[in-house]
């Protein structure tokens, strides 16, 4: 069981949901093509990753990138009929990293096989606290960011999402039901990019909050 924070309390997380090629600028950097519905895949809940908590680098690949992601943590079981309707199941909002062995991927993905192992890996899913109040911006309006060693690598704002918050959530309930505690990474903006052990990231939202996690620099993988 893999428990998370909500508001300052405890949460089991269920499944993590993540999609792919949500921001019209990652498309470009990663010369994907725009996806006309949300791409969505998964990853075990055994990869959560909490706050503070160092990163061994793994060792079955050699370019290890950040994504960073806007992640909703759902509070309510059942199917969005539409989508106004799936708002009422977001149940908290954080900031996490969806790492991905980007090396692993590309030979994946070149040979159209599945890319779980560049994707769902142990540590892969980094996330912080959630929050159920978002104050007057909204779930359109979230901006974050993201700093490696203090530098500013990635800026977003679910604003500029292809899909967005509520559209995810009914593309996801059309496929599974929806349980409380299911988390959904929902995408990263450009400016992906490699880490290296002994690196510190750093996601912050000024609605959500400030999280940070190390590369450890040992082989502990
Ligand atoms: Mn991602």
Redesign the pocket.
Known sequence: MMLVRLDGHSVEARRVF?I?QNYAAHITEMKSETPDSPVIFSKPSTSLVLPGTKIPFPGHGNELHY?A?VVVMVGTEGRPEHRDDARRFVGGVSLGL?L?MRDLQKELRARGLPWETAKAFDYSAPVGEFTSDLGESGLANISFTLRVNGEVRQKGNTGRMIFDIPTILLAIGRVWTLLPGDIV?T??PEGVGALSRGDRAVVESPVIGKFEWEIAVGCEA
Do not use: L
């Open positions: 993540c792919g994504e992601e969806d991905t990474f995408g990263t």
